[in-house]
């Protein structure tokens, strides 16, 4: 990042968005990516030891021992170099998916305090604005009644008051 980028406020914000309760998502996102490394450990471990006894069972049928270890050997390292890809791509894609869908949870409780603090000091034609794909669009959707209502409620206070 350059020192033009780092000091943009609309960069700073960007990233500032991608993790709005941090603790939270990044937990949610560690526990995903443990279970996730848990069982690729698994697989592995299942992996290696059924081809190594393959292997041996190989190199007791046949009489060209060193050949045949020598091409076993270069497919396990030629798996190997593929199994390890594979967990750090399923990985990086875990860890952007977990922040993503945990923005999205966690995005509208933004939404939901500030339009709670409107209703406090008494803004009651606030409503709840979500995105396209957050969740709680119910828990919007009845805030946004509950505001109606009281800005409903408020109109007929003033009318009698005034």
Not at 20 to 35: H, N
Not at 78 to 95: C, E, H, K, Q
Not at 101 to 106: A, I, M, S
Request: proline share 2%; hydrophobic share 45%; net charge neutral.
């Amino acid at each position: 990042m350059t020192a033009e980028q780092s000091s943009d406020p609309k960069v700073k914000r960007r990233l500032r968005n991608i993790l709005l309760q941090p603790l939270v998502q990044v937990k949610l996102g560690m526990y995903s990516i443990c279970l996730a490394f848990l069982f690729s450990i698994v697989i592995m471990t299942l992996l290696y030891m059924n081809f190594y006894r393959f292997y041996d069972m190989v190199l007791e049928l046949t009489d060209l021992r060193e050949e045949v270890s020598m091409l076993l050997q270069g497919y396990i390292m030629d798996a190997t170099g593929w199994l390890l890809t594979t967990v750090i791509v399923y990985l990086i894609m875990n860890i952007a998916i977990s922040v993503y869908y945990t923005h999205r949870l966690v995005g509208p409780t933004y939404a939901f305090r500030r339009h709670i603090d409107l209703l406090r000091n008494g803004e009651f034609d606030s409503r709840v604005q979500l995105r396209k794909g957050d969740a709680f669009e119910e828990v919007a959707n009845d805030l946004n009644d509950l505001a109606s209502q009281l800005d409903t409620n408020n109109g007929q206070i003033q009318k009698k008051s005034g």
